[in-house]
DNA sequence: AATATAAACGGACCGCGGTCCGTTTATATT
DNA sequence: AATATAAACGGACCGCGGTCCGTTTATATT
């Protein structure tokens, strides 16, 4: 009888083709995208360039959303780092208030880079809030906020807090009603302020 | 020479054939999302239920999600009405903050009837800020929060406190967090207070 | 009433995301 | 090395949203 696999710990456990398969998708899908953008991946065209059919797609990521998400967890993992163990202002060095600060100003910072990965990994719609890296982000968010003594209810206004800073949101303050980061960043600080104040 | 169409004041300028389809696919269309729920439409089965063609529905709505837009207009109307030119506290006799209070509840408390509704209507995941009913209830917000001393920009704090609204975030949070529709109403008002206090 | 014509119609068609299931293959076991 | 088997594979297939374009029709004009 074959051993049980353990399926712990990430990927480490998967049959070497199946690897060798998502690192080929993952590249091929990272290639498209910077050459012509999120929206002209589709899948076909997907599996035809990392040269596997098209089965094997979705075997590995559920769905185009589910690839989006995997992609977009990549290209977060150092402001992942950043905010959980990185230096100050967004790093544990820093105080609370100031943390969260921080954080919706890298978020609105970096919309140009990976607002269309996010926009496309939360076209659901419903499952969208529980994606991981937005989980993360979330649970993070509510921790800060606990540490502060004027907010009642951390969790929610945690919600609260990241529904404002939504990729679709904030394309569309920037791109469509034309308004500006800075003026964008200056409403997230005043909105940060105003929940936490006593 | 044919007598160039006015374009304006809404559909009353259709031809008798374009309007007679309108209300048709409209009347099927509600049909078939209460007895078998937003999800479960087709553009397909619409054309049939109303007798016409794919390609009518189309030349009507545009798209699903504009199809949607209109089921949710027509559901939305009382609603408008009320927040509009109605009665206290929703209405024009009540102070503003009073307003802007009473709308999102009113907003938590129809989340059971056109929740559904306004997810599907909002799919596009971009256009979905531009759709009339979204830009009313803005302009709306918009309106409330100048009229209060504490506010320094309007127009964005209306946008941060309509995407606490959003119709996937609160189903997310009522379904799937199970947060009680109470606690919400108390995170909105709570929001509201924080965003206008001077 | 006859006519012209812009508008509306409708269904064949397309490309996409996603599924299904018979075939192949990596790996544990002997 | 041979074997068993669970896992992975891949491409035919499906249903959907959306488009295209030849045909029909409401309506203004004569």
Same mark, same amino acid.
């Given at each position: 009888m074959q051993m049980s696999r353990?399926? %712990?710990?990430?990927? @480490?456990? %998967?049959r070497l083709d199946a690897a060798r398969n998502r690192r080929l998708l993952l590249e091929a899908a990272l290639d498209i995208v910077s050459e012509?953008?999120? %929206?002209?991946? #589709?899948m076909d065209d997907l599996a035809r360039r990392a040269g596997v059919g098209k089965g094997t797609v979705f075997r590995r990521f559920g769905s185009r959303a589910g690839l989006m998400q995997a992609l977009l967890d990549h290209a977060q993992r150092g402001f992942q780092e950043s905010y959980m163990s990185g230096p100050a202002p967004l790093g544990p060095a820093e105080a609370p208030l100031q943390r969260l600060q921080a954080f919706g100003t890298a978020r609105i910072r970096a919309l140009e880079l990976t607002g269309e990965l996010r926009r496309a990994a939360d076209v659901d719609g419903f499952t969208q809030h529980r994606h991981p890296v937005r989980v993360l982000e979330l649970s993070h968010l509510t921790m800060l906020l606990a540490a502060l003594p004027g907010v009642r209810d951390p969790e929610l206004t945690a919600y609260q807090l990241e529904a404002f800073l939504e990729a679709g949101l904030l394309l569309h303050l920037h791109r #469509?009603? @034309?308004?500006s980061l800075e003026r964008i960043t200056e409403g997230w600080l005043k909105l940060v302020e105003a929940v936490t104040a006593e």
């Open positions: 353990s399926g %712990e710990a990430g990927f @480490g456990c %998967e012509r953008g999120v %929206e002209a991946l #589709t #469509t009603a @034309g308004m």
